[in-house]
């Protein structure tokens, strides 16, 4: 089957038959569904990656050297 990412579909608009239909449909439901596969994918290799595990802990720093320092009571 021919691979098809980022397709705008037009069900039913393209031919007159009726049988041709449902071909159609369930080309652009697996296109669909490739391309959701595709999104989780890459979403998963984001959410593994090092700087991305980093956040958290380089937000944490940056507070800790932009609050200002506490004055010493007299």
Do not use: H
Not at 57 to 74: E, G, P
């Amino acid at each position: 089957m021919a691979r098809w990412k980022n397709v705008d579909w037009v069900i039913g608009g393209r031919s007159k038959k009726e049988s041709d239909y449902p071909a159609c449909d369930s080309q652009a439901s697996l296109a669909i569904l490739m391309d959701i596969r595709d999104e989780l994918q890459t979403l998963n290799r984001v959410f593994q990656c090092k700087n991305f595990l980093a956040i958290p802990r380089v937000l944490a720093q940056i507070r800790r050297n932009t609050t200002k320092k506490r004055r010493a009571r007299k």
